[in-house]
């Protein structure tokens, strides 16, 4: 009983010490941004530690560990080797550099993200030829712009429209639905990743 007293009140230290090691990143963070305000802004490095789509969020984490939350939204632009990419298309590992503002609920968001390394194969994503691909849809995300389509011989590869679409690009994939055979060019990122150039 003594031992397990003794092992809460280590547990206890541990998280309080976890707490305020969060607390004094975040607060280091917050001097970078220039103290409070909405209108504070700065940069985060870091390496890419995955995208939930559902709350919009990038979480980055820095060099000393720390991990932080960045908002973002469809005004949010990823930006790989000049050219622009969908949040979706961000990886874990990516390294990437976040521009940053501080909200009003004491959280960050970033309207820019330029990726410094991707962790795809060979490093180069975006440069490959433009291909033809058809399948059939599996899943519609209309939110991030983003689709999944079943290849048969290839598998299943998620496909993202770009930065700025034309405007009948668009209008076909809000007319997508699961079941749905599409045929379109596009350019492969990697083995399971293809961004779309245009429907046909």
Do not use: W
Not at 24 to 42: A, C, N
Not at 43 to 48: K, N, P, S
Not at 116 to 137: E, M, R
């Amino acid at each position: 009983m003594q031992l397990l007293r003794r092992t809460a009140r280590i547990g206890a230290a541990a998280t309080v010490l976890a707490v305020t090691t969060a607390c004094s990143s975040l607060g280091s963070l917050g001097s970078v941004l220039g103290g409070g305000g909405q209108q504070q802004s700065g940069q985060l490095a870091g390496t890419v530690q995955g995208v939930d789509t559902r709350n919009q969020q990038i979480t980055i984490r820095q060099s000393n560990g720390q991990q932080i939350a960045v908002l973002y939204d469809n005004q949010t632009r990823v930006v790989y080797q000049n050219q622009n990419y969908a949040v979706a298309n961000l990886e874990y590992g990516d390294r990437v550099t976040a521009n940053l503002q501080q909200t009003q609920n004491g959280g960050y968001y970033t309207d820019y993200v330029h990726v410094d390394q991707s962790v795809s194969t060979g490093g180069s994503t975006g440069t490959g030829n433009v291909q033809s691909f058809q399948g059939y849809v599996r899943q519609v995300d209309s939110r991030n712009g983003v689709f999944t389509l079943d290849t048969g011989n290839y598998g299943l590869v998620t496909v993202s429209l770009p930065y700025n679409p034309r405007s009948t690009d668009v209008n076909r994939f809000n007319r997508l639905r699961s079941g749905d055979q599409v045929r379109f060019h596009g350019v492969a990122l990697n083995n399971s990743r293809v961004e779309l150039r245009e429907f046909y």
